[in-house]
């Protein structure tokens, strides 16, 4: 094999390992509700991204959040309820 496909065979396998990297995300923790971020951090969160909270509840270890934003409409999202990062689909804890 001729050292270019050498490079062009390794250079599509690190393609390959970081792309399915990058398209994980966020998933709904697996923990035990112990180990949570109190839903107090979530809000404090929110609130400094400028949205007005007004219900937080737990599915399946996400933080599903219902707001509005500045201009009154609607937000829903998901949050892991262990390290708070936002889960793609916002009905994660509900699948």
Known sequence: MSPFYRVLTAIAIMALMSGSAFAAGATCSKSTPDKFKPQADLTAQLVAEGLT?????????CYETYSTD?????????????????????????N
């Open 53 to 61: 909270v007004k219900k937080i509840k737990v599915e399946k270890g």
């Open 70 to 94: 500045k201009a009154g409409k609607k937000v829903n999202s998901a949050y892991n309820a262990e390290t708070l990062e936002k889960v793609d689909n916002p009905e994660a804890g509900e």
